[in-house]
Nanobody, 124 residues
């Protein structure tokens, strides 16, 4: 079992930045693919970014070039740096973990563990 605690959300003006953190329990953090999803009110949960155990990254087109996912295996922590924020980035952001076995990770159905969510609100 892996428990994820995500944090770092807040209220920021358009064009601003935030850094989200996701701390994982357990000793096998470095074997998991880590990811971030988001869900805006009235919308489905959508893929944002993922980082594999070998640090290969993948991004949704809507955030590519603005968001950066990273991981620190020594701290059992994954990060999501959000830059050049837009009002449409407003959502509840969830950290997630899954087996590195999966080659396609954009679907929420393949993710095994989820954080509780951290709210990001961007004012225009």
């Amino acid at each position: 079992q892996v428990q994820l605690v995500d944090s770092g959300g807040g209220l920021v003006q358009a064009g601003g930045s935030l850094r989200l953190s996701c701390v994982a329990s357990g000793r096998t953090f470095d074997t998991y693919t880590m990811g971030w999803f988001r869900q805006a009110p009235g919308k489905e949960r959508e893929f944002v970014a993922a980082i594999r155990k070998n640090s290969v990254t993948e991004y949704a087109d809507s955030v590519k070039g603005r968001f950066t996912i990273s991981r620190d295996n020594a701290k059992n922590t994954a990060y999501l740096q959000l830059d050049s924020l837009k009002s449409e980035d407003t959502a509840l952001y969830y950290c997630a973990a899954t087996s590195d076995f999966y080659s396609v990770v954009r679907s929420s159905t393949v993710w095994l563990y989820w954080g509780q969510g951290t709210q990001v609100t961007v004012s225009s």
